[in-house]
């Protein structure tokens, strides 16, 4: 155990009780935990333990481990929020969630949340053909329902239509006027009845990166003149009673309350003018946008929301009762499509570290070999220089040693290229350097007075660790759009981690990184970590993955999904928990066959040329034998490392 360090500490340097929601804690031994119910008396799984049955089942990292009652924790208590609230406010509707599949189409998923939801009618939401061809396979409750969003053709439009014939509530979303002819026309063909809502065009934006999604430059919805155009057709078609739901949406993971506040009451207000006008609307859609405090500051930052979701709820029913009663219209069912706030905390990737990238300075084949620091005949005097910019270091005069620090620096890299020093000498320098570096960056810890370029040290001086996954795979928003992911080691928090890092992935590309994470009230480019042991395994968990970053993930270096681990917890059990099922992940030959390579021809054509070998007598019969068996394993073996 570290000195002077707690699991106090430890939980306050990581955030985790402000980005856990309460699911997440630090158990005595120093191991990140899941508590599925929110409650120290209840199961508490030790994720450690979890590993350790993991490997027992040779089951290899990285995996992606799903916590499937935090995900039912997360329907059910979305659903009881808005219930209770709408019973305190005394609301005329009720509430009807639905989950968008784009934000995990995983099977297990969708049918863990519609099986949680099955008491409070919970539905889907689409947004394309594949999508509406699994909704419509399900056996959804008779008040539940299944919201059509998207660009749609006569195919998706005849799917929906099906789902009326099946006897479903499919309500067809008009996202351009051109759909709601095409729509009539199709269910006149098919002789069935649509249910029909329009997707309103707000002024209304909404905040943070997906922000773009609202106002009057959005990419879906109808603009006001083409809502009245619209309602007009369906009364001149006698068909007015099919327009059940008025729906918006102002963008996914909103961060500022108060641009819901602002879309609920100008969406309202829409509403009611529309009921004025005799159309029986039942439902109001205010679309998804409920956030994730990623980082747990709970700020308008883009990884974070100013709210909770009891404030969220309450803003909407109160509003929609407001505006209702001063308009005399009767009180809506309200629906939302809330998917990334479902389903974010329930999945989390086990990342085995195998290495670290160091700075010449923290180099350990570098540190005990004295004759980099020691004066030697005929060395430049670049180097002798250096040395005595390293031996003049004190805290009096850090500032000054560094500047000189980095014009020696770059007199050496020009000398060096014009061949006036040697690579022995080049060697000397960077390691007086970097330990001239390492000794300013103390002194600099001890004051607050120092030039910015001297805070930044810290990065500068960083360590890398390398992590057995792909960001591209695994955490593609940390490098498409710079989404915060918390990232926690699972063991030693009751150590005092010593070692600034970034991370850095197996793939072959530099953007294979993350370096930055949830930092002390602000966000920081290194994570403390802990230093690695000889022989000791070191494991780091990414968690609230469990929407986008499972389905978005490519296949960058061919390597493929993450093998999966479902767990439930289980009271009775000594672990507090059991895996339910485990799911594989890809295998050489699966992501090689995905992109038209045949595995059976790869190991022919290899097979061959070893052939040729043998009979060119380069390699003997028996190791060819050998060599093609290998090959072959390795097809059938996981993408990632062995470590």
């Given amino acids: 155990m570290g000195m002077n360090w707690t699991i106090t500490e430890a939980d306050k340097l990581y955030n985790i009780e402000r980005w856990g929601d309460g ?180 002024t209304t934006e909404g905040s943070g990166k997906w922000s773009g999604s609202s106002g009057e430059r959005a990419k879906f919805g109808l603009t006001i003149p083409e809502i009245i155009q619209a309602t007009k057709y369906l009364q001149k078609n006698n068909l007015s009673h099919t327009l059940k739901l008025f729906h918006f949406h102002i963008g996914s993971q909103v961060t500022d309350i108060r641009c819901i506040k602002d879309a609920v009451t100008e969406g309202v207000r829409i509403y009611a003018k529309l009921k004025q006008l005799g159309l029986p609307i039942d439902y109001f859609d205010i679309g998804g946008g409920l956030g994730v405090d990623y980082d747990g500051s709970k700020s308008l930052c883009d990884s974070s929301r100013n709210y909770t979701l009891r404030e969220y709820a309450e803003d909407v029913v109160y509003i929609l009762k407001q505006v209702c009663d001063l308009e005399d219209v009767d009180h809506p ?24 990238i160091s700075t010449v300075v923290n180099n350990n084949n570098n540190n005990g070999d004295q004759s980099f620091l020691l004066k030697s005949p005929g060395e430049h005097i670049l180097v002798n220089d250096m040395r005595e910019i390293h031996d003049e270091l004190n805290q009096n005069n850090f500032q000054e040693i560094y500047n000189d620090a980095i014009q020696k620096r770059e007199e050496m890299i020009s000398a060096f290229k014009l061949g006036i020093i040697d690579l022995f000498d080049r060697a000397k320098i960077e390691i007086l350097y970097w330990k001239a570096l390492a000794k300013i960056n103390q002194f600099v810890k001890k004051r607050d007075d120092v030039p910015d370029e001297l805070k930044e040290l810290d990065n500068k001086l960083s360590e890398r660790y390398l992590c057995n996954f792909s960001v591209f795979q695994s955490a593609l928003d940390t490098w498409a759009i710079g989404q915060i992911l918390p990232i926690v080691p699972i063991r030693r928090l009751n150590e005092k981690p010593t070692v600034l890092a970034t991370l850095a992935d197996i793939t072959c590309d530099s953007d294979g990184k993350i370096d930055n994470f949830i930092g002390h009230n602000k966000h920081s480019k290194t994570l403390p970590l802990h230093e690695l042991k000889e022989g000791e395994p070191y494991y780091l968990g990414l968690f609230l993955t469990g929407a986008y970053q499972d389905i978005m993930g490519d296949n960058h270096n061919l390597f493929g999904s993450l093998n999966e681990i479902h767990i439930y917890s289980d009271d009775d059990d000594p672990s507090d928990f059991y895996i339910e099922e485990v799911i594989k992940g890809n295998t050489s030959k699966d992501v090689l066959a995905i992109l038209q390579y045949s595995p059976s021809a790869l190991a022919s054509s290899v097979k061959k040329i070893l052939d040729k070998q043998i009979q060119r007598k380069k390699i003997r019969p028996r190791e060819g034998v050998r060599l093609i068996d290998f090959y072959e394993k390795c097809l059938h073996e996981y993408t990632y490392l062995k470590k």
């Fill in 23 to 202: 699911y997440f804690a630090v158990n005595e031994h120093g191991h990140l935990c899941i508590l599925s119910t929110k409650d120290l008396k209840g199961p508490c799984i030790d994720i450690s333990d979890v590993i350790e049955e993991v490997e027992k089942l040779e089951i290899q990292f990285p995996v992606v481990i799903r916590f499937h009652d935090i995900l039912r924790s997360q329907v059910i208590n979305i659903n009881k929020t808005f219930n209770k609230i709408i019973e305190e406010a005394k609301f005329a509707g009720h509430y009807y969630g639905v989950f968008p599949i784009k934000v995990n189409q995983m099977r297990e998923v969708v049918e863990e949340v519609l099986d949680a939801g099955t008491p409070y009618h919970c539905g889907l939401e689409v947004g394309s053909k594949s999508e509406l061809l699994v909704a419509l396979a399900f056996n959804l409750s008779a008040q539940a329902l299944t919201i059509v969003n998207g660009y749609k053709d006569q195919d998706f439009l005849r799917l929906a239509l099906l789902g009326r014939k099946m006897g479903k509530n499919v309500i067809v979303v008009i996202e351009q006027y051109s759909e709601l002819e095409e729509l009539l026309q199709l269910a006149t063909e098919m002789e069935v009845e649509p249910i029909i809502g329009i997707r309103a065009k707000l």
């Fill in 333 to 356: 069912h309200i629906v939302s499509e809330t998917g990334r706030a479902v389903a974010s905390p329930h999945s989390c990737v086990i990342t085995n570290v195998f290495g670290k």
